[in-house]
């Protein structure tokens, strides 16, 4: 049974840095293309960052050279590191498998003084 679990989040000052983790069971990430999206308030979800199983990483324009995108094979989990965080990149932060279209429960960031 495929299963995603993100964690993580978190309150963070303007400016400062949060990893987010997200724990894949049922399946080898390594084998799929996997993605982080995030849904800031009252507005629709949108990519962050994906890897694909040849590494091959992508990113949302808003987001590129913030963020990265990182898989640890042994131990099947998926990183989402995050730098010069603003207010604007307050939401709910999701991990995401195409393949099965499963969305993992999501985790809170809050960027806020």
């Known amino acids: 049974q495929v299963q995603l679990v993100e964690s993580g989040g978190g309150l963070v000052q303007p400016g400062g840095s949060l990893t987010l983790s997200c724990a894949a069971f049922g399946f080898t990430l390594s084998e799929y293309y996997v993605a982080w999206y995030r849904q800031p308030p009252g507005q629709e979800r949108e990519l962050v960052a994906g890897?694909?199983?040849?590494?091959?990483?992508n990113y949302g324009d808003y987001v590129k050279g913030r963020v990265t995108i990182e898989r640890d094979d042994g131990k099947n989990t998926l990183y989402l590191q995050m730098n010069n965080l603003s207010p604007d990149d307050t939401a709910v932060y999701y991990c995401y498998a195409p393949q099965w279209m499963y969305w993992g429960q999501g985790t809170q960031v809050t960027v806020s003084s």
């Open positions: 890897i694909g199983a040849t590494g091959r990483r």
